[in-house]
């Protein structure tokens, strides 16, 4: 049998284990290291006395994986970003935002849905989780709404939808996630998701000023606020300022020059301000404990799933099964934008059943070698390239779309954990509810998706002024 | 997707046992979280002291090498105890009764026997930097400032281990309700419906604003 071969059956065995109900990341480690003992048996000719010495070598090729992969220091941001998230909730950094956004821009038609898609924005500034963001703002934001007469569906769809954000918005976990798998430089990705987030954000807020013209049944403006008032609501809300701009200056110095230093160092001394934040406010060992628990938790799901995969991917390079598949893609008699729009769908259907996280890490390493084969390689000039990108810049490029495509994912039924986040904070609130009034924002982010497909500059501007 | 789940507990040696590891496990997973508390902590005195006293902290890189095994695995049994491996539950959500226990009993013995052979192999992957003569005890060591990386090569073989002992336990819950039949086993997470869920992902989010709000 040739390694292809075993490649596939290996793969099929890992995704029907994964339907069975076992843990993503040891499913994808136990495929690679049967795939492992299996090629190297193989080699031997099965012969009965070489099995022990294929398991061992096997055994030994994985057992490094875990190790040598986890011990990087641009991992360190994934940690540093949830230790940032969980300490803003007792910073009181939520409540101040949404303050601060009600103020500003409550004067707008459909003023609490504007102000809480901002909110959330901001709040993504500090935060990379999505469903974390949606649970807290259904908290803070969606009482107030019911109080002012919005319409139920409405409120939660639209704190359903801004939790969504989170993903772009730096710091974001699963872009960091996502570098690390395609070997990208962190910093250009984290870069790259600020603009389309912001566009994303401004986008939600468009469309919840459209619908309150429409609609005047869906809730009213917020209206009475002095500028004394306004300009007293930012200095709480100041901390997420102070460090989206410590952050964005540790990747890239706006203001000419090098830049400030790593973004580990720039994740690192965010969380250093949001921490001292939430001492101020009142923040003690027993509140401080739990958010590390939490941290070590959430850190620790995610690294084991990056070095099951990647124990998986070992085998795949034996296997040669990522290059089978861009010869495949490569060999297809259509235009590379339409296949390349067939790759999205198939994420948004993926999505519908999975875990963002567990999705991406999962097909990333087959899929993403194609999409840049489909693109005309790793180092081609965006002239001769098929996307009119360049090969880093697909890289960069390609990693927007499908984590925005991820976090679409996040409002559709079945398991849209945003929206059954939001009606386990509103028991009063169905589930069914909470979907419809999410529906038009996934109008929405379809359209951003479109137009980030179309004009890829949207995504690749900021990172381009590095140089 | 399954986050976190509950864990059922009676007066059985099992579940006193599953008592016991947890609270093992809750020390691991704290140690994990103020590693990640100590890589904020070395970043802030390495940015002061380049910035502020031209004098950089000296093998700041390697720290972090070596922080990050012990935040990538240390909590690795900690999060297997809550379920917080996510993984997809559509299929097993829709069993019931014995037939669920056994198909929790399989996929957890597959990842049994997985742990147990990478407990195996990356033990054999610090063994082959770890030698008694030496100085430090190290073959190997970190580039910049020569610190011994056989503590977190060790670090994966012991979080392994504990992850081992945690898989043996669930095996045995599980075994126990495909005999007994109950609806309510102990010592295994529990699968929970993605309102239960999001109850519990509320609640640890809610911080400071728990109550006031709502």
Same mark, same amino acid.
């Given at each position: 049998m040739e390694p292809i071969d075993i490649g596939l059956i290996v793969s099929g065995f890992m995704l029907v284990m994964?339907?069975?109900?076992?843990?993503?990341?040891?499913?994808?480690?136990?495929?690679?290291?049967?795939?492992?003992?299996?090629?190297?048996?193989?080699?031997?000719?099965?012969?009965?006395? =070489?099995?022990?010495?294929?398991?061992?070598?096997?055994?030994?090729?994985?057992?490094?994986?875990?190790?040598?992969?986890?011990?990087?220091? =641009?991992?360190s941001l994934i940690p540093t970003f949830i230790l940032i998230g969980y300490l803003a909730y007792y910073a009181g950094l939520t409540k101040a935002l949404f303050e601060a956004a009600k103020r500003w821009v409550g004067w707008l038609p459909g003023g609490l849905g504007v102000a809480t898609v901002f909110a959330t924005a901001g709040f993504a500034a500090v935060s990379g989780a999505s469903v974390a963001t949606s649970a807290v703002f259904a908290r803070i934001a969606i009482p107030e709404m019911l109080k002012l007469g919005y319409d139920k569906r409405f409120a939660a769809g639209v704190v359903a939808a801004g939790g969504t954000l989170a993903s772009l918005i730096p710091p974001s976990a699963i872009l960091v996630i996502y570098a690390i798998i395609v070997e990208q430089d962190v910093g250009m990705l984290l870069l790259a998701g600020f603009l389309p987030g912001a566009v994303s954000a401004l986008i939600y807020g468009g469309l919840v000023v459209l619908m309150a013209v429409g609609y005047k049944e869906l809730g009213p403006p917020v209206t009475g606020f002095t500028w004394g008032e306004r300009l007293r609501s930012l200095p709480p809300a100041m901390p997420i300022v102070f460090v989206v701009v410590i952050i964005i200056c540790f990747i890239y110095n706006p203001f000419?020059?090098? =830049?400030?230093?790593?973004?580990?160092?720039?994740? =690192?001394?965010?969380?250093?301000?949001?921490?001292?934040?939430?001492?101020?406010?009142?923040?003690?060992?027993?509140?401080?404990?739990?958010?590390?628990?939490?941290?070590?938790?959430?850190?620790?799901?995610?690294?084991?799933?990056?070095?099951?995969?990647?124990?998986?991917?070992?085998?795949?390079?034996?296997?040669?099964?990522?290059?089978?598949?861009?010869?495949?893609?490569?060999?297809?008699?259509q235009s590379p934008m339409l296949t390349l729009v067939l790759i999205l769908l198939a994420y948004a259907v993926l999505g519908m059943f999975m875990d963002a996280i567990g999705m991406l890490l999962l097909t990333l390493p087959v899929v993403y070698p194609a999409v840049i084969a489909l693109n005309g390689g790793v180092d081609v000039a965006a002239a001769d390239s098929a996307f009119g990108v360049s090969g880093t810049g697909c890289a960069i490029w390609f990693g927007i779309l499908v984590v925005k495509m991820a976090e679409l994912c996040l409002i559709t039924p079945p398991i849209g954990l945003n929206c059954f986040v939001v009606a386990g904070v509103r028991p009063d609130i169905s589930v069914q509810d909470v979907f419809r009034g999410a529906s038009p924002f996934f109008v929405a982010d379809a359209i951003t998706i479109a137009v980030l497909v179309a004009f890829p500059s949207i995504v690749l501007w900021l990172p381009g002024l590095t140089g | 997707m399954s986050g976190a789940s509950s864990v059922l507990e009676d007066g059985t040696l099992l579940?006193?046992?599953?008592?016991?590891?947890?609270?093992?496990?809750? @020390?691991?997973?704290?140690?994990?979280?103020?590693?990640?508390?100590?890589?904020?902590?070395?970043?802030?005195?390495? !940015?002061?002291?380049?910035?502020?006293?031209? @004098?950089?902290?000296?093998?700041?890189?390697?720290?972090?090498? @070596?922080?990050?095994?012990?935040?990538?695995?240390?909590? !690795?049994?900690?999060? @297997?105890?809550?379920?917080?491996?996510?993984?997809?539950?559509?299929?097993?959500?829709?069993?019931?009764?014995? !037939?669920?226990?056994?198909?929790?009993? !399989?996929?957890?013995?597959?990842?049994?026997?997985?742990?147990?052979?990478?407990?195996?192999?990356?033990?054999?992957?610090?063994?082959?930097?770890?030698?008694?003569?030496?100085?430090?005890?190290s073959r190997d060591s970190s580039m910049d400032i020569a610190i011994p990386l056989w503590p977190g090569k060790l670090l994966a073989p012991i979080a392994f281990s504990v992850l081992s002992l945690r898989l043996f336990l669930q095996l045995w819950g599980y075994a126990r309700a495909i005999r007994t039949g109950t609806s309510k086993p102990v010592a295994v997470p529990m699968i929970e419906d993605a309102a239960t869920q999001a109850a519990h992902e509320a609640e640890t989010v809610s911080g400071f604003d728990n109550g006031e709000g709502a």
């Amino acid at each position: 049998m040739e390694p292809i071969d075993i490649g596939l059956i290996v793969s099929g065995f890992m995704l029907v284990m994964v339907v069975l109900g076992m843990r993503v990341a040891f499913a994808a480690a136990l495929a690679g290291l049967a795939g492992l003992i299996w090629i190297f048996w193989a080699k031997k000719g099965y012969d009965p006395s =070489a099995f022990v010495w294929a398991l061992t070598v096997a055994v030994k090729t994985a057992g490094q994986v875990p190790h040598s992969k986890v011990s990087s220091q =641009a991992l360190s941001l994934i940690p540093t970003f949830i230790l940032i998230g969980y300490l803003a909730y007792y910073a009181g950094l939520t409540k101040a935002l949404f303050e601060a956004a009600k103020r500003w821009v409550g004067w707008l038609p459909g003023g609490l849905g504007v102000a809480t898609v901002f909110a959330t924005a901001g709040f993504a500034a500090v935060s990379g989780a999505s469903v974390a963001t949606s649970a807290v703002f259904a908290r803070i934001a969606i009482p107030e709404m019911l109080k002012l007469g919005y319409d139920k569906r409405f409120a939660a769809g639209v704190v359903a939808a801004g939790g969504t954000l989170a993903s772009l918005i730096p710091p974001s976990a699963i872009l960091v996630i996502y570098a690390i798998i395609v070997e990208q430089d962190v910093g250009m990705l984290l870069l790259a998701g600020f603009l389309p987030g912001a566009v994303s954000a401004l986008i939600y807020g468009g469309l919840v000023v459209l619908m309150a013209v429409g609609y005047k049944e869906l809730g009213p403006p917020v209206t009475g606020f002095t500028w004394g008032e306004r300009l007293r609501s930012l200095p709480p809300a100041m901390p997420i300022v102070f460090v989206v701009v410590i952050i964005i200056c540790f990747i890239y110095n706006p203001f000419g020059g090098d =830049a400030w230093g790593t973004p580990t160092e720039g994740g =690192a001394l965010g969380a250093f301000v949001v921490f001292c934040m939430a001492v101020y406010k009142g923040m003690r060992w027993k509140q401080f404990r739990d958010s590390l628990m939490e941290t070590a938790k959430l850190a620790v799901m995610i690294f084991t799933i990056i070095w099951g995969v990647l124990i998986y991917v070992r085998f795949l390079g034996f296997a040669d099964l990522p290059g089978a598949f861009s010869d495949w893609i490569t060999s297809l008699e259509q235009s590379p934008m339409l296949t390349l729009v067939l790759i999205l769908l198939a994420y948004a259907v993926l999505g519908m059943f999975m875990d963002a996280i567990g999705m991406l890490l999962l097909t990333l390493p087959v899929v993403y070698p194609a999409v840049i084969a489909l693109n005309g390689g790793v180092d081609v000039a965006a002239a001769d390239s098929a996307f009119g990108v360049s090969g880093t810049g697909c890289a960069i490029w390609f990693g927007i779309l499908v984590v925005k495509m991820a976090e679409l994912c996040l409002i559709t039924p079945p398991i849209g954990l945003n929206c059954f986040v939001v009606a386990g904070v509103r028991p009063d609130i169905s589930v069914q509810d909470v979907f419809r009034g999410a529906s038009p924002f996934f109008v929405a982010d379809a359209i951003t998706i479109a137009v980030l497909v179309a004009f890829p500059s949207i995504v690749l501007w900021l990172p381009g002024l590095t140089g | 997707m399954s986050g976190a789940s509950s864990v059922l507990e009676d007066g059985t040696l099992l579940s006193r046992l599953d008592r016991a590891l947890f609270w093992l496990e809750r @020390q691991l997973a704290l140690l994990g979280g103020l590693a990640v508390f100590s890589l904020m902590v070395l970043a802030v005195v390495s !940015v002061t002291g380049r910035n502020f006293f031209n @004098q950089p902290l000296p093998g700041y890189v390697d720290w972090i090498e @070596q922080a990050m095994p012990l935040i990538a695995f240390i909590a !690795v049994s900690y999060c @297997q105890r809550l379920g917080g491996h996510i993984r997809m539950d559509i299929v097993v959500g829709m069993m019931s009764g014995r !037939v669920l226990w056994l198909a929790e009993f !399989v996929s957890t013995a597959a990842m049994f026997i997985l742990m147990v052979l990478l407990v195996w192999g990356t033990y054999a992957h610090f063994d082959r930097s770890f030698d008694f003569s030496a100085p430090l005890w190290s073959r190997d060591s970190s580039m910049d400032i020569a610190i011994p990386l056989w503590p977190g090569k060790l670090l994966a073989p012991i979080a392994f281990s504990v992850l081992s002992l945690r898989l043996f336990l669930q095996l045995w819950g599980y075994a126990r309700a495909i005999r007994t039949g109950t609806s309510k086993p102990v010592a295994v997470p529990m699968i929970e419906d993605a309102a239960t869920q999001a109850a519990h992902e509320a609640e640890t989010v809610s911080g400071f604003d728990n109550g006031e709000g709502a």
